[in-house]
């Protein structure tokens, strides 16, 4: 078996036995841009984007892809976005600065997050984003507050916790009842929230929301959702006699990571949810609302690969062979923290037998540090370049500068051509914030010998 069989849409092998990603030889973006270095394919993204767009513009009257920036955002990918057309779900007053910086239109932003500061409802306020998903009732006074303060009425939805319980890692789980985020809908918090804002001159509800959890590779748990939310809108009608004019159900598609987590077909869930839409509110009687997406993994998880270099390598007899490389948790915290199971080729050696087991460590001081265990490989020596697959979410965006390591360069390709989209860190921008008190300052101190 040779590595051929993890191929993914614009992957190819040129010549010289070496992985091309959009028209690049990954090889040379190594040597080019060091490692280790984010890929972006971008073909992919906009793939992935057009399949949401396309298939909802053919089944549904209104509607609005909205991308959800914390899978990875720069000031290059808000353009990406706007060139397709999509919406974006910022989470931080840090998300909605980057946005306003790229010029990414306020009015397609929905600003997110169960724990908004006064600051970040302010700056949203002052920059008329589009959409304030309000969390929880804190949050709803404190909006109407600010918005009296400052002469603002802004458009808000609710974030619902709709308890379904998605299958996935624990902590990709958003939707269950024992949950941070959303309102509760059984014991009626939800509706209460409903008529507080009704009442509030302050605020424009303008629909729902709920987001039940990531990585989800079925659909039913999607259906379960739509239930609920059709028996809340059906419940606020009756009570309050409002029709909520937008239903938002999130995100969390999730992405093939290895041959065991297979997710269904892009278009094939964005059906079955519009199915679900109209025969739960059809069944209602309850008018279509501007249905919302909020895609995030499913956007550009699959286009992202993270190549390395690989450096020592150590076999224990009878144990294992590790195969260390130059990055690891700082670049993706994933294995740690959700147990992540990734695959991984030697980018220059595409055309060779995968005759070793070997183990792929990071290089931070963590025995759980570890990038992928059991790993089918060609023999790897050290200065390959190890490509790891599906690393485009939750990667760059979660990365850290644990033992100072500086976090990588990102790279956009397309059609043979690469873009630089985020430079990597340097040694000098690691010290940048660090301030020393006169009294501590090794040049101004005598030590006793
Ligand atoms: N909308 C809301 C309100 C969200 O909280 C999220 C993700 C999304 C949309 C997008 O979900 P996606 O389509 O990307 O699954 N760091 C974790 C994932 C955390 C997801 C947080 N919220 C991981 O790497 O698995």
């Not at 190594?30 to 972006?40: D, F, I, N, Q, R």
């Not at 918005?147 to 902590?171: C, D, S």
């Not at 390959?384 to 500086?406: C, E, H, K, W």
């Amino acid at each position: 078996m040779i590595a051929a069989q993890y191929f993914q849409r614009n992957f190819t092998i040129n010549d010289l036995g070496h992985l091309e990603i959009g028209g690049c030889d990954v090889v040379d973006l190594a040597k080019t841009y060091g490692t280790p270095l984010y890929v972006l394919d971008e073909q992919q993204i906009r793939a992935n984007c057009r399949q949401y767009v396309d298939t909802l513009a053919q089944l549904y009257p209104d509607f609005e892809v909205v991308y959800a920036g914390k899978a990875f955002l720069t000031k290059a990918f808000c353009g990406l976005l706007y060139q397709e057309r999509l919406g974006l779900d910022v989470v931080s007053g840090g998300e909605l600065y980057t946005a306003l910086q790229a010029g990414f239109p306020p009015e397609r932003l929905y600003f997110h997050g169960n724990n908004k500061s006064r600051e970040e409802l302010l700056f949203a306020l002052r920059h008329q984003v589009g959409h304030i998903m309000i969390d929880n009732l804190m949050e709803l006074e404190t909006l109407i507050q600010l918005a009296k303060e400052t002469g603002t009425r802004p458009r808000v939805m609710f974030r619902l916790t709709p308890g379904v319980e998605a299958e996935t890692h624990a902590y990709d789980q958003t939707g269950q009842d024992d949950s941070k985020f959303g309102l509760e809908i059984k014991e009626g918090t939800a509706l209460k929230a409903v008529k507080l804002a009704l009442q509030s001159p302050q605020l424009r509800l303008v629909g729902f929301h709920a987001h039940i959890g990531s990585q989800i590779l079925e659909i039913a748990p999607y259906e379960a959702t739509i239930g609920v939310l059709g028996e809340f809108l059906a419940t606020v009608r009756e009570k309050t006699g409002f029709l909520a004019p937008t239903l938002d159900l999130g995100g969390g598609l999730g992405i093939r990571y290895n041959k065991h987590e297979v997710p269904p077909p892009i278009r094939e869930v964005v059906t079955r949810i519009v199915q679900k839409v109209r025969e739960t509110l059809g069944a209602l009687d309850y008018p279509l609302p501007r249905l919302i997406l909020e895609p995030g993994r499913s956007i550009v998880g699959d286009a992202g690969t993270t190549l390395y270099t690989i450096g020592n390598i150590k076999e224990i007899p009878g144990i294992r062979k590790y195969v260390v490389v130059d990055g690891g948790m700082t670049d993706n915290p994933r294995v740690a923290l959700y147990q992540a199971v990734y695959e991984a080729v030697i980018a220059n050696k595409m055309n060779e037998q995968l005759t070793e087991e070997v183990t792929i460590a990071g290089k931070c001081c963590e025995t759980g540090d570890m990038l992928i265990w059991d790993l089918l490989t060609a023999p790897p020596a050290p200065g390959d370049i190890l490509a790891v697959l599906a690393t485009g979410a939750y990667n760059y965006s979660m990365a850290s500068n644990y033992n100072r390591l500086p976090r990588p360069a990102v790279v956009l390709v397309a059609s043979g051509r690469a873009d630089l989209i985020v430079a990597r860190e340097t040694f000098e921008q690691l010290v940048q914030n660090d301030l020393i008190p006169e009294r501590l300052k090794i040049s101004a101190q005598t030590i006793a010998q």
